[in-house]
């Protein structure tokens, strides 16, 4: 007889090979036609819903692993909550709009946008836009990603157009909304304002130089010894906007000098001459008094090279921790330059046009490029004597998002939505309190950038987008921009879409025989801006939450990276708390960049990009999904061939340890198998479905909590440890060697069962793939046809006492001890494999009471030939071994003398005394009785 043939052998047809790459489409198709979305919906239609919004990504290309990551957490998200039985539409969106959007489409098609038809290029936009759309839509759905695919929501969507306006028109009712000429930053490449959100910073080469602004006035009151001419002391590292000085600000506290060189004065703040003359090298000088800031104040200075004065002010905003406490101010080109030439009636000078190229009041510097402009400044202030000292330096520096170039600051005409308007800001502070930030240091981040964001600047200047619904009289130039004007292109913009506002003349859009309310006159042009793309986006929480009866407002979770603080989350939280005086979220989640394996940004120009449709093809998008989950997301994330490969072999090993459960359950009929009797199960099985009730807690608190990495942790270990090396390891003779139907074999696989049901189901949020293919290939009739469908896991029904969790915390650490003894031993070359070996435990009470009667139990666990428990009163033999853990315990291991069985493998005492089966044991010999027997 071949002993073979008798055995219990792993029958299963899920592979050990993943071949996801061809597999994952397969499930994927299967989910599109079994309509498992759907299907899942309509059985939790009615629950509590649990709603997360999603954020919209631009449809300007291919998705990049950033993208991919931020939808994989979604939908683990997502996954969990419909299996613990929330009702979770997953609603996709998309930004259609915007420069990103214009941009690509202008370069795709080699557009210029100053010589096409704007119709025409919203139409190209729209078109760019949806094709780039539907690609990404298929790498997200290649991902695995569920959803409503069929029905996303689009920022081009007539409704979503209108929901815009609607938000704009409660906006301008509350007195939230003004336009005013005021510096805002500025990209001259996209020829457009920018929002906060749209800056990055990064490292750049600036002048650096010291002016010298004559003095006009006198200050003998102050210097009476000064007999030098005198100088204000400016330092700049923007050259070209000197055409738009018309003051200089000092720190109204500050004490500043009179310092002089022998040939000329220098007025500069005390607290920064050391480094002032560190830098210009000035060596000897003499210092002919100080004087406070505030007491210089309306003091005249001549511009260096126009016919103009600059004025001495002070202001608050003065420091102390670089260049020269005179601080060169021109309202037109910044920020605090404006609101300091508001305060004190000053001009306000723009000398560059919308390309970043000098005006005519710019005057001799009329048509360089501001950075050309830089260089012929200098060059002037050399041969004026002006320029006390030129050397140059690299800072950090503001850019824009899109075209990668530097800013500029500049004073526009703009739209924006006040933020310290009947506490806007104050309340919008109080509602990010009430919000739950994952993690907690989100609170803080988002509190202070809205502590002190600037009014928000709403209009750009393009193409692509949803115009500002606004109206000039061609008269008197009066703004029309009143409630129920705007509620007319609301409800026009729902009906045709905003492409009716660039097809249509005002006066088609306006009622008929509308009048100026300024001169009464009956001609009016469009406002030619649009809405910045982060306030379209900013109101997806009504145009898609509070529009869709089958989500709800506020959403339950946001999600996305952390640059999202001065984003999304802060330009979503503005209009809801003007609008309804609520955040649109209940509780907002941010994770890190994926950055390459070194741990740089992943850029085009350093060649460093991973393209995870390159991941999905080589490696299967259960293994980026793996991934993602077993990382601390709210890092920064390395990834790599190396990480790859590491997650790739991690995931074989989980997907063995399901293909060996799977495999020995070929012949286990749940509805009848399952209803073993409790008092069936060993103590090692009763051990293991209670750690699969722990790890079932665990996996369940770190769903809850958002901490992925901890479910692959805790997941992944269960795995390879609990199950793989320890479990698994010791069932396989009961599984293989007992008789199929033997109550020992069928309880050891009523313990597989209940534990692989519960491991499905935990795994499948995370490893979405594997585990429906692990679904298809159970050998028994399924409740659900997709595992998508089945509920979160109860409790498997097991009584473990406490002092049995006591008696297996020391068996577990005596295993690991007894390991060690045995690896020693094998490198002794004494036996070769533990099932070789004999061993002697001499324990003292209580321990030995605790284990005297377990030593069957023991030499399975212990996977030796055989386990001897004495009390030390019997004597120590020598050679006995005392671990530094358990001194109490001494061990003393042989190799056996018994004989081994031909069939399952183990040494025994003595073998069967049956002649046909003289080889085997007399457990053995009896399964083979009765094998011969039904045969």
Same mark, same amino acid.
């Given at each position: 007889?071949?002993?073979?043939?008798?055995?219990?052998? =792993?029958?299963?047809?899920?592979?050990?090979?993943?071949?996801?790459?061809?597999?994952?489409?397969?499930?994927?198709?299967?989910?599109?036609?079994?309509?498992?979305?759907?299907?899942?919906?309509?059985?939790?239609?009615?629950?509590?819903?649990?709603?997360?919004?999603?954020?919209?990504?631009?449809?300007?290309?291919?998705?990049?692993?950033?993208?991919?990551?931020?939808?994989?957490?979604?939908?683990?998200?997502?996954?969990?909550?419909?299996? #613990?039985?929330?009702?979770?539409?997953?609603?996709?969106?998309?930004?259609?709009?915007?420069?990103?959007?214009?941009?690509?489409?202008?370069?795709?098609?080699? $557009?210029?946008?100053?010589? $096409?038809?704007?119709?025409? +290029?919203?139409?190209? #936009?729209?078109?760019?836009?949806?094709?780039? +759309?539907?690609?990404?839509?298929?790498?997200?759905?290649?991902?695995?990603?569920?959803?409503?695919?069929?029905?996303?929501?689009?920022?081009?969507?007539?409704?979503?157009?209108?929901?815009?306006?609607?938000?704009?028109?409660?906006?301008?009712?509350?007195?939230?909304?003004?336009?005013?000429?005021?510096?805002?930053?500025?990209?001259?490449?996209?020829?457009?304002?920018?929002?906060?959100?749209?800056?990055?910073?990064?490292?750049?080469?600036?002048?650096?130089?010291?002016?010298?602004?004559?003095?006009?006035?006198?200050?003998?009151?102050?210097?009476?010894?000064?007999?030098?001419?005198?100088?204000?002391? $400016?330092?700049?590292?923007?050259?070209?906007?000197?055409?738009?000085?018309?003051?200089?600000?000092?720190?109204?506290?500050?004490?500043?000098?009179?310092?002089?060189?022998?040939?000329?004065?220098?007025?500069?703040?005390?607290?920064?001459?050391?480094?002032?003359?560190?830098?210009?090298?000035?060596?000897?000088?003499?210092? &002919?008094?100080?004087?406070?800031?505030?007491?210089?104040?309306?003091?005249?200075?001549?511009?260096?090279?126009?016919?103009?004065?600059?004025?001495?002010?002070?202001?608050?905003?003065?420091?102390?921790? @670089?260049?020269?406490?005179?601080?060169?101010?021109?309202?037109?080109?910044?920020?605090?330059?404006?609101?300091?030439?508001?305060?004190?009636?000053?001009?306000? %000078?723009?000398?560059?046009?919308?390309?970043?190229?000098?005006?005519?009041?710019?005057?001799?510097?009329?048509?360089?490029?501001?950075?050309?402009?830089?260089?012929?400044?200098?060059?002037?202030?050399?041969?004026?004597?002006? &320029?006390?000292?030129?050397?140059?330096?690299?800072?950090?520096?503001?850019?824009?998002?899109?075209?990668?170039?530097?800013?500029?600051?500049?004073?526009?005409?703009?739209?924006?939505?006040?933020?310290?308007?009947?506490?806007?800001?104050?309340?919008?502070?109080?509602?990010?309190?009430?919000?739950?930030?994952?993690?907690?240091?989100?609170?803080?981040?988002?509190?202070?950038?809205?502590?002190?964001?600037?009014?928000?600047?709403?209009?750009?200047?393009?193409?692509?987008?949803?115009?500002?619904?606004?109206?000039?009289?061609?008269?008197?130039?009066?703004?029309?921009?009143?409630?129920?004007?705007?509620? $007319?292109?609301?409800?026009?913009?729902?009906?045709?879409?905003?492409?009716?506002?660039?097809?249509?003349?005002?006066?088609?859009?306006?009622?008929?025989?509308?009048?100026?309310?300024?001169?009464?006159?009956?001609?009016?042009?469009?406002?030619?801006?649009?809405?910045?793309?982060?306030?379209?986006?900013?109101?997806?929480?009504?145009?898609?939450?509070?529009? /869709?009866?089958?989500?709800?407002?506020?959403?339950?979770?946001?999600?996305?990276?952390?640059?999202?603080?001065?984003?999304?989350?802060?330009?979503?939280?503005?209009?809801?708390?003007?609008?309804?005086?609520?955040?649109?979220?209940?509780?907002?989640?941010?994770?890190?960049?994926?950055?390459?394996?070194?741990?740089?940004?992943?850029?085009?120009?350093?060649?460093?990009?991973?393209?995870?449709?390159?991941?999905?093809?080589?490696?299967?998008?259960?293994?980026?999904? &793996?991934?993602?989950?077993?990382?601390?997301?709210?890092?920064?994330?390395?990834?790599?061939?190396?990480?790859?490969? @590491?997650?790739?072999?991690?995931?074989?090993?989980?997907?063995?340890?399901?293909?060996?459960?799977?495999?020995?359950?070929?012949?286990?009929?749940?509805?009848?198998?399952?209803?073993?009797?409790?008092?069936?199960?060993?103590?090692?099985?009763?051990?293991?479905?209670?750690?699969?009730?722990?790890?079932?807690?665990?996996?369940?608190?770190?769903?809850?909590?958002?901490?992925?990495?901890?479910?692959?942790?805790?997941?992944?270990?269960?795995?390879?440890?609990?199950?793989?090396?320890?479990?698994?390891?010791?069932?396989?003779?009961?599984?293989?060697?007992?008789?199929?139907?033997?109550?020992?074999?069928?309880?050891?696989?009523?313990?597989?069962?209940?534990?692989? /049901?519960?491991?499905?189901?935990?795994?499948?949020?995370?490893?979405?793939?594997?585990?429906?293919?692990?679904?298809?290939?159970?050998?028994?009739?399924?409740?659900?046809?997709? %595992?998508?469908?089945?509920?979160?896991?109860?409790?498997?029904?097991?009584?473990?006492?406490?002092?049995?969790?006591?008696?297996?915390?020391?068996?577990?650490?005596?295993?690991?001890?007894?390991?060690? #003894?045995?690896?020693?031993?094998?490198?002794?070359?004494?036996?070769?494999?533990?099932?070789?070996?004999?061993?002697?435990?001499?324990?003292?009470?209580?321990?030995?009471?605790?284990?005297?009667?377990?030593?069957?139990?023991?030499?399975?666990?212990?996977?030796?030939?055989?386990?001897?428990?004495?009390?030390?009163?019997?004597?120590?033999?020598?050679?006995?071994?005392?671990?530094?853990?358990? =001194?109490?315990?001494?061990?003393?291991?042989?190799?056996?003398? /018994? @004989?081994?069985?031909?069939?399952?493998?183990?040494?025994?005492?003595?073998?069967?005394?049956?002649?046909?089966?003289?080889?085997?044991?007399?457990?053995?010999? /009896?399964?083979?009785?009765?094998?011969?027997?039904?045969?």
């Amino acid at each position: 007889m071949n002993y073979r043939d008798t055995l219990n052998l =792993p029958k299963t047809n899920f592979p050990m090979k993943a071949n996801l790459k061809e597999k994952e489409p397969e499930i994927l198709k299967f989910w599109e036609d079994k309509e498992i979305y759907q299907k899942l919906n309509k059985l939790l239609k009615g629950k509590s819903k649990y709603i997360l919004h999603d954020g919209p990504p631009y449809s300007n290309g291919p998705i990049h692993l950033g993208q991919s990551l931020n939808k994989i957490l979604k939908d683990i998200v997502v996954k969990y909550k419909t299996s #613990c039985g929330f009702y979770s539409p997953f609603i996709p969106g998309w930004d259609t709009h915007g420069l990103p959007n214009e941009k690509a489409t202008l370069e795709t098609y080699k $557009i210029n946008r100053k010589e $096409i038809n704007p119709v025409e +290029l919203r139409e190209r #936009c729209k078109t760019s836009a949806l094709h780039f +759309l539907e690609i990404q839509k298929s790498q997200f759905k290649r991902l695995g990603i569920r959803g409503d695919w069929e029905h996303p929501y689009l920022t081009l969507n007539f409704l979503y157009e209108s929901t815009i306006i609607k938000i704009f028109k409660e906006l301008v009712k509350e007195g939230y909304i003004y336009k005013r000429l005021k510096p805002v930053y500025w990209c001259s490449t996209c020829e457009t304002a920018l929002a906060e959100a749209e800056i990055e910073y990064k490292e750049k080469e600036s002048p650096s130089i010291f002016v010298k602004f004559p003095l006009k006035d006198s200050l003998e009151e102050f210097f009476p010894k000064n007999n030098h001419k005198t100088y204000v002391l $400016i330092w700049t590292t923007t050259p070209w906007t000197l055409p738009g000085n018309v003051a200089i600000a000092l720190n109204p506290e500050a004490y500043y000098l009179l310092v002089n060189d022998g040939q000329e004065s220098y007025i500069l703040a005390e607290e920064l001459l050391y480094l002032i003359a560190n830098e210009i090298k000035l060596k000897n000088y003499e210092i &002919l008094g100080k004087v406070k800031g505030k007491d210089l104040k309306g003091k005249i200075c001549k511009h260096p090279f126009f016919e103009r004065d600059s004025i001495l002010i002070t202001e608050e905003y003065v420091t102390l921790d @670089q260049g020269t406490g005179c601080v060169h101010t021109a309202p037109g080109l910044g920020a605090e330059d404006y609101e300091a030439a508001l305060k004190y009636s000053l001009p306000v %000078i723009v000398p560059v046009n919308n390309q970043g190229i000098l005006n005519e009041e710019a005057g001799i510097f009329k048509n360089l490029f501001y950075k050309e402009a830089n260089l012929k400044i200098i060059e002037h202030l050399k041969e004026s004597n002006l &320029l006390l000292y030129n050397s140059s330096i690299t800072h950090s520096y503001p850019h824009c998002w899109r075209c990668r170039d530097p800013i500029i600051f500049r004073a526009t005409k703009q739209w924006f939505v006040a933020m310290d308007i009947k506490k806007l800001r104050e309340n919008s502070l109080e509602q990010i309190k009430k919000v739950k930030w994952i993690p907690d240091w989100g609170e803080e981040r988002i509190y202070n950038m809205l502590q002190a964001r600037p009014d928000w600047c709403i209009s750009r200047q393009r193409v692509w987008g949803v115009p500002i619904p606004v109206f000039y009289c061609k008269n008197c130039g009066e703004i029309i921009c009143a409630p129920d004007i705007i509620k $007319i292109v609301e409800d026009l913009f729902l009906k045709e879409g905003a492409d009716v506002w660039f097809k249509k003349e005002a006066k088609e859009i306006l009622p008929l025989n509308f009048n100026c309310p300024k001169c009464q006159k009956q001609e009016f042009e469009k406002e030619n801006n649009i809405f910045d793309v982060w306030f379209e986006s900013g109101v997806s929480h009504e145009a898609v939450c509070a529009n /869709n009866p089958e989500l709800n407002w506020p959403a339950d979770l946001y999600l996305e990276g952390s640059d999202q603080h001065r984003g999304w989350f802060q330009l979503s939280l503005i209009p809801a708390v003007a609008v309804r005086n609520k955040a649109p979220y209940r509780a907002v989640l941010t994770h890190g960049w994926v950055l390459d394996e070194q741990g740089i940004s992943m850029h085009k120009s350093l060649g460093n990009v991973i393209d995870p449709n390159e991941i999905i093809k080589e490696y299967g998008g259960d293994i980026l999904r &793996l991934f993602f989950s077993s990382v601390d997301y709210t890092a920064d994330i390395k990834i790599g061939k190396n990480t790859l490969k @590491q997650i790739s072999e991690n995931y074989r090993k989980i997907r063995n340890t399901f293909r060996f459960i799977l495999g020995n359950l070929y012949d286990f009929n749940p509805s009848r198998d399952k209803t073993a009797l409790l008092e069936d199960l060993s103590e090692l099985d009763l051990f293991i479905l209670q750690e699969t009730n722990q790890l079932l807690k665990k996996v369940k608190k770190a769903y809850d909590s958002f901490q992925f990495h901890l479910v692959y942790t805790y997941l992944h270990n269960f795995c390879v440890q609990d199950l793989s090396s320890f479990y698994l390891d010791i069932i396989k003779d009961t599984l293989y060697t007992y008789s199929a139907n033997s109550k020992e074999r069928k309880a050891v696989q009523k313990t597989l069962y209940e534990m692989l /049901n519960a491991l499905i189901i935990m795994f499948s949020p995370i490893l979405s793939f594997t585990m429906e293919e692990i679904w298809q290939n159970l050998p028994w009739d399924k409740p659900e046809e997709s %595992i998508q469908l089945m509920p979160w896991p109860s409790l498997i029904k097991v009584e473990f006492p406490s002092e049995l969790e006591e008696k297996w915390d020391i068996i577990l650490s005596l295993r690991s001890e007894i390991f060690n #003894c045995l690896e020693k031993q094998r490198i002794d070359k004494i036996i070769h494999k533990g099932a070789e070996a004999e061993v002697e435990l001499y324990l003292e009470p209580p321990l030995y009471n605790t284990l005297r009667n377990d030593e069957e139990l023991l030499r399975r666990i212990f996977l030796v030939s055989s386990v001897s428990i004495f009390h030390p009163e019997v004597g120590l033999p020598e050679g006995i071994v005392s671990p530094k853990n358990f =001194p109490k315990i001494r061990i003393f291991i042989r190799k056996t003398k /018994n @004989q081994k069985c031909q069939r399952c493998w183990n040494y025994v005492k003595e073998l069967s005394r049956d002649p046909e089966f003289a080889d085997v044991c007399p457990h053995c010999g /009896n399964v083979l009785e009765d094998f011969k027997a039904k045969k």
